[in-house]
């Protein structure tokens, strides 16, 4: 995207012709100085996509990484199917966890009716440290469809690719591998955390990938700063 002939946010906020009913004046203004920076936004991710899309080759991969499926053992390289591409999301329940992760389970919600389509384009996995039969059994209690569930045998993969913390806890982590010329390589994961972090802020990624925050941050009390999802309610 060259931006030198892209028009200016601003001017494009101009030429917005939506009207809510009621409107003050004073509203109006303001937002279309939020409109602008809101194109401005739109515009800035469309460039980090495309920088990632630019990475270079990432590692390869030389281990047999092993996984337990439901219907059997399987190699990483099994998880790409017919795709070429292939994202690993690990979710934090293992096997000391009495319950998962809420806020991986919150995600992976939202994401379960999501995975027919994503799985058009790229191959999808959920790998956690727990034994199959138990991930699959919270699959059924959640009413979880589509979400392709596996347990890290050895917790080989988990504590390569940053799903296990320094004492050995649960971590979450999403990653993303390539298969080209019968090679398989790591292409990008998220790398923001607490030392990456803006004051007052959790230690949060961009993209965010949890439909949950990018709904309350569109209401006027955003995203409580105490508060997190539960298993239940």
Same mark, same amino acid.
């Given at each position: 995207m060259d931006a030198q002939s892209l028009v200016s946010a601003v001017e494009l906020a101009r030429r917005n012709t939506v009207r809510i009913p009621n409107e003050s004046a004073d509203y109006r203004r303001a937002r279309e100085v939020l409109l602008a920076e809101e194109i401005e936004l739109r515009r800035h991710i469309e460039r980090v996509a495309e920088m990632r899309r630019a990475l270079?080759?990432?590692?390869?991969?030389?281990?047999d990484y092993r996984f337990q499926g439901p219907d059997g053992p399987v190699g990483l390289g099994d998880l790409f199917g017919d795709k070429q591409t292939l994202v690993v999301y690990s979710y934090m329940y293992g096997p000391e966890r009495e319950r998962p992760c809420p806020m991986c389970t919150s995600m992976l919600s939202a994401l379960d009716g999501e995975v027919p389509d994503i799985m058009q384009q790229a191959a999808f996995a959920v790998v956690g440290r727990s034994p199959i039969e138990r991930l699959l059994a919270f699959k059924r209690e959640r009413g979880w469809h589509h979400l392709p569930l596996y347990s890290d045998i050895d917790d080989e993969y988990s504590r390569d690719?940053? #799903?296990? @913390?320094?004492?050995? %806890?649960?971590?979450? #982590?999403?990653? =993303? *591998?390539?298969?080209?010329?019968?090679?398989?390589?790591? *292409?990008? %994961?998220?790398?923001?955390? &607490? =030392?990456? #972090?803006? &004051?007052?802020?959790? &230690?949060? @990624?961009a993209p965010d990938f949890m439909p949950l925050w990018t709904v309350l941050d569109t209401t006027p009390e955003g995203r409580p700063p105490t508060w997190y999802p539960k298993l239940s309610y």
């Open positions: 270079p080759p990432g590692g390869e991969v030389t281990k690719y940053r #799903a296990v @913390g320094r004492e050995g %806890s649960d971590d979450a #982590a999403y990653n =993303v *591998f390539t298969r080209r010329d019968g090679r398989i390589r790591h *292409f990008w %994961s998220e790398e923001m955390g &607490p =030392v990456t #972090a803006d &004051p007052g802020q959790d &230690p949060r @990624g």
